[in-house]
């Protein structure tokens, strides 16, 4: 399934640097809000050719800008510098997936060849995305839906108080035929669940993302479970694939947390042989970043791309994204 690096790169420059870009409008979930994304651009380059990557550190999981770009930096002079090396000289996480999608962008800019050839990945020209809509009062919620009517798919934003029925009752009036999917992001108590789950069915909801918190989702196992359970932050490499079995249905698999493609193709094969469906997720970021999560939504049941939408403004190149269908990366982008 997954090409070798060709050759150890000896002397490669690596390059880093924090890019801030603003949001088309506020951004909420249950942790908090923002009006802009901070994300690391790396650059590796072998003097000929220059392969680009990028990451979004994330607080949930301890990382600033600055602890990635340290990262980084400690690993400006390792010899012998390949994918399969970097796997273990930096943990899964946002340094890591810059330098490994520009380490896959730099080797297929080196053979001539597209990042889905070098990996033999299946694509497809087209696949439909979700559109987030922020956490925020019914109304709101429900008038952001009616903006974005013409997706196909939406995730809304929940929060684990009184609200999230009305929430979610408020926009499935609004948008009758879309498909749901909701996201609490780790803010729900098993009563809660308990509560809301019947009445979410009812609304038509399909997936219910990470209820619980991480270190708190064993309840799961002992839950009915009326629609399906994604995990995402209980759910970053392989080797969390075994504690989930019982507990949840799908995983939401986004390079941020897998540490870079390279990861992210053993999850995405590991998560199927164990039985869980997938969904290919993102952080708000910019093309460059959904770029090689896309080649993974081929054999997706959910995709989640919309990181780049919900900016001011995206990269040159950016990927195409027309009425929720998302193209494939132009080489200028990326791979």
């Not at 990262?71 to 946002?94: C, F, M, V, Y």
């Not at 919620?141 to 408020?170: C, E, Q, Y």
């Not at 990861?263 to 959904?290: D, P, Q, R, W, Y």
Request: charged letters at 25%; one cysteine or more.
């Amino acid at each position: 399934m997954h090409s070798c690096f060709p050759a150890f790169l000896r002397g490669v420059e690596i390059e880093a640097h924090e890019e801030t870009w603003p949001l088309r409008e506020i951004f909420r979930i249950s942790r908090g809000s923002r009006t802009e994304t901070r994300v690391i651009l790396a650059t590796v380059s072998d003097g000929q050719h220059t392969g680009r990557g990028e990451g979004v550190p994330l607080r949930r999981y301890g990382q600033t800008s600055d602890s990635v770009l340290a990262q980084i930096e400690s690993i400006k002079h390792a010899h012998n510098l390949n994918r399969q090396t970097l796997q273990d000289l930096l943990p899964p996480g946002a340094a890591r997936n810059a330098l490994d999608c520009a380490l896959w962008d730099l080797e297929a800019k080196c053979s001539g060849k597209r990042v889905w050839e070098l990996a033999n990945l299946s694509t497809i020209p087209e696949v439909e995305t979700s559109f987030t809509i922020s956490l925020d009062t019914p109304e709101k919620m429900s008038r952001a839906a009616s903006t974005h009517s013409s997706a196909p798919i939406l995730k809304l934003k929940l929060g684990g108080d009184d609200n999230d029925l009305a929430r979610v009752g408020a926009v499935r009036k609004t948008v009758p035929n879309t498909r749901l999917l909701i996201d609490a992001n780790e803010s729900w108590s098993p009563e809660h669940f308990r509560n809301v789950a019947p009445e979410l069915k009812r609304l038509g909801v399909e997936l219910i993302e990470q209820p619980f918190p991480a270190n708190a989702d064993e309840v799961l196992g002992k839950l009915d479970r009326p629609i399906p359970v994604c995990a995402d932050e209980s759910c970053h490499t392989t080797a969390d694939l075994p504690r989930l079995k019982n507990r949840y249905d799908v995983i939401n698999v986004k390079l941020d947390k897998t540490g870079g493609l390279t990861e992210a193709l053993l999850l995405c094969e590991s998560a199927h042989e164990n039985g869980f469906k997938l969904l290919i997720g993102c952080m708000v970021c910019t093309s460059l970043a959904i770029a090689p999560a896309r080649l993974l939504a081929n054999n997706a049941h959910y995709v989640d791309l919309d990181g780049a939408l919900l900016l001011a403004r995206d990269r040159d190149h950016g990927l195409q994204c027309n009425n929720g269908t998302i193209g494939l990366p132009s080489a200028e982008l990326w791979g």
